[in-house]
């Protein structure tokens, strides 16, 4: 048995499928023959295009022809002179094995492509280092490395998933995932719970326990991962995953009912989206609106910038669709764990601390505006909000507020409708707007505590890093200490306040965060009911005086242990 970090609940049983990234250094051997090793290249070729014809297909037929085009793109580079005779030349010269020398030519042309000066040529050389690396793949006997290529149901294990990895996942072919890298707020492992598949991430050195083929069981509750197990365990799992999707059935009953405390206090319960969902499954989850949705997976979609009209087009529809529901969209947060090629971003020492969210739309303004544009334009269609993240002073807001002004003379001016009192959020995930968030909450309609960064920027722990994991503790009271102070900042302003960091879904909080008096709560859809079903269960009283208390403590353990006996005194989860 391994064990992680529980990143996403469920149980998932079924093979192990190992995705590696093939970073690994190719080696380079001496080779006598090099007819016969010419012979096995124009071999993992071939097999190389058949797989992209196959993906091709399948693509086009499933999502369109555009968004095929890249598998015929990396068909053709594979008869691309330059790059295979480029390589056989190289063999020749220098008696070197196949899969050597294709990667020493590809990175040279990726090299002269990436300083042509040109987005569109920057990109094809991220196109032939991946066409490459599939032949180099096929040539090292690993055949089946592509996401894009599972056929069957299976369990991912990789060292590492990029969230636009994660992103691309079929909820229908793989039914868990298991990872060398990651915390519970990566946002690889946010969307493994927005997808509702059960995750367990940070098992050092799983990529070398574990087979492709091995049968295992990944327990996403306790972040436990078991290696073929026995006939016993396997029983006792099977048992216990009818059980979980039935207790997930029963839940359903709160998919309607009101979020209010059983004294009468009236919250939100919200849903996370990443606009990879199907809205119409989260709504079977009975959000009372979306209180986050995650512009940048839109981005990361594509490998080139979305239009005005590209996302008018999703943001028109998610708020159609949400019926008059408050629907928060957050403009984009680019950077830290989530890269935009087509941003050309330079790699940095600290991404979560760096160029990134608001810091990077007020530098690209010409990226911002598109976007407030098309969330404006969207606005006459329903309840949207626009919210801006990673604030950390007082000047970004006034700025990202003065060019929302600008395109709203724009708009004005092309007669082109949105809806005027538009109301304006931020988030609140660093700590220095925690500590002037009396002075924001001024500027704007609401806030929305985004604890994921906030705590790692409080605590001085990368999110990211399984080995500092343990200071990454939901019960810290400084971290606490911080939103109590942002919800008293905002209702002395008479400004709501919400919470969507993975927090606000955190079943043993939930009576404090209540308690300090949080007005929406914004989660994964899928913890929607059973956050609504502990919240009609208690009384905003008794919660209040919880809060006051746990504020009072002074560590983690301390107010750990109070809220076990406030668990088991008032509520059952
Ligand atoms: C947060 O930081 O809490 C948050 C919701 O934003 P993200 O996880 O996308 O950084
Ligand atoms: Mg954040």
Known sequence: MLKGIAASGGIAIGKAFIYQK?????????????????????????AAKRQLKAIYEKVKSELGEDKAEIFETHMFILDDPELI?????????????????????????AEIFKHMGNQYMAERATDILDASKRVINILEGNSNLSLSDIENPCIIVARDLAPSDTAKLDREKISGIVTETGGRTSHSAIIARSLGIPAVLGID???????????????????????????????????????????????LRYKDVESITADGKKVEINANVGGIEDVEEILKFGPDGIGLYR?????????????????LAAYKSIVEKMKGKPVIIRTLDIGGDKDLPALGITKELNPFMGYRAIRLCLDRKDVFKTQLRALLRASAYGNLKIMFPMIANVQEVIRAKEILEECKVELARQGIEFNKNLKIGIMIEVPSAALISDILAKEVDFFSIGTNDLMQYTLAVDRMNQKVSYLYDFFDPAVLRLIKMTIDSAHKANKTVGMCGEMAGFVPLIPVLLGMGLDEFSMSPSSIISVRKLITGLKYSDCKLLADKILSMGSSDEIKKHLKAFKTSNYKI
């Open 85 to 109: 005779g480029g390589t056989k030349e190289k063999m020749q010269k220098e008696n070197v094995n196949a899969e050597y020398a294709l990667m020493s030519t590809a990175e040279k042309l």
């Open 205 to 251: 050195n799983a990529t070398s326990y574990i087979k492709s083929g091995d049968l295992l069981i990944v327990d996403g509750y306790k972040g436990t991962v078991h290696i073929n197990p026995d006939e016993n365990l396997l029983k006792t799992y099977e048992a216990e995953r009818k059980k979980d999707i039935e207790d997930k059935r029963l839940l």
């Open 22 to 46: 093939s970073e690994a250094k190719v080696q380079r051997r001496t080779v006598q023959n090099i007819a016969a090793e010419q012979k096995r290249l124009d071999d993992a070729i071939d």
């Open 295 to 311: 512009t940048e997976f839109l981005y990361m979609a594509k490998d080139e910038l979305p239009s005005e009209e590209e996302q």
